[in-house]
C-alpha cells in the first residue's frame, strides 16, 4: 500500500452543493497533488501544495479550492457542484517535488 | 495536440505474448518519465521510473527517446493479471516553481487464456 489513504471513498452530491473531499499523505512527503478523472480519461492537475502553500494550479476554475495542513495533509473543496463535476478525485503524494507519485484510492464523487 | 499521447487500445493479447506500447509528449523540456499501472476504478499505481538509459524490471522494459520525444513499455511473456490499463506519465520542465504530472489517456491491455 501507498499510505496515502483519502475519505471518503464514495460520494453522491446535488447540484449546487459544496463539497470536502480529504487526504492524508504519506509519513515524510511534503508535497500533496489533487487530480480529477473522468472515466475514460487520464487524471487531470488540479493543483499542487508544496509545504503548505499552493505550488500550481491547472485549468480549473476557481470553485475548486484547497488546503495542505503543517502534518501536510490535504483538503480539497468544490463549491457549486455541476454534473461535470462528477469524476474520481486522486490525490498524489511526493517526498519532494519531481519525485514519483504515490496515489491513494481516490473519491469517487457523482453529482445528481 | 495532446501533451502526452497514447494509443488507446485495447491490446488484446494471448498469455505469454510480448507487448509493447508507445507514449509520445510534446514538451522536448521534460524531465522525468514513469509509467504507471490503473486497475478498473482503482486509483494509479506507479509500475516505473523511466530512464534515459533504458531500464528493466523483470518483465517489463521502459525506454525513453529525448530525440524523438517517445517513450516506451515492454512487456514480456504477458499474464493474466497484467490486464489493466497503463498511463504514460511525464514531468514537464521545472516552471513556475512547481511540477505536475501529465498523464496520458491509458491503453488498455486486455490478457487472455
Known amino acids: 500500500e501507498t499510505g496515502v489513504t483519502q475519505s471518503p471513498t464514495h460520494l453522491i452530491k446535488t447540484r449546487g452543493q459544496q463539497v470536502t473531499l480529504r487526504c492524508s499523505s504519506q509519513s515524510g512527503h511534503n508535497t500533496v497533488s489533487w487530480y480529477q478523472q473522468a472515466l475514460g480519461q487520464g487524471p487531470q492537475f488540479i493543483f499542487q501544495y508544496y509545504r503548505e502553500e499552493e505550488n500550481g494550479r491547472g485549468n480549473f476554475p476557481p470553485r475548486f479550492s484547497g488546503l495542505q495542513f503543517p502534518n501536510y495533509s490535504s483538503e480539497l473543496n468544490v463549491n457549486a457542484l455541476e454534473l461535470d463535476d462528477s469524476a474520481l478525485y486522486l490525490c498524489a503524494s511526493q517526498r519532494d517535488l519531481n519525485t514519483e507519485a504515490f496515489f491513494g484510492q481516490g473519491t469517487r464523487l457523482t453529482v445528481v | 495536440r495532446k501533451e502526452v499521447e497514447q494509443d488507446p487500445g485495447p491490446f488484446n493479447v494471448p498469455e505469454g505474448a510480448t507487448v509493447a506500447f508507445n507514449c509520445t509528449y510534446s514538451?522536448?523540456?521534460?524531465?522525468?518519465f514513469f509509467w504507471y499501472r490503473q486497475d478498473c476504478r482503482k486509483e494509479p499505481k506507479l509500475l516505473m521510473s523511466?530512464?534515459?538509459s533504458g531500464n528493466e524490471d523483470g518483465r517489463f522494459t521502459a525506454q525513453l527517446n529525448r530525440a524523438s520525444q517517445y517513450i516506451s513499455l515492454l512487456i514480456r511473456d504477458s499474464k493474466l493479471s497484467d490486464s489493466a490499463t497503463y498511463l504514460c506519465v511525464v514531468i514537464p520542465a521545472f516552471s513556475g516553481g512547481y511540477n505536475k504530472l501529465i498523464f496520458g489517456a491509458g491503453t488498455r491491455l486486455a490478457v487472455h487464456p
Open positions: 523511466v530512464y534515459s
Open positions: 514538451n522536448s523540456a521534460s524531465q522525468s
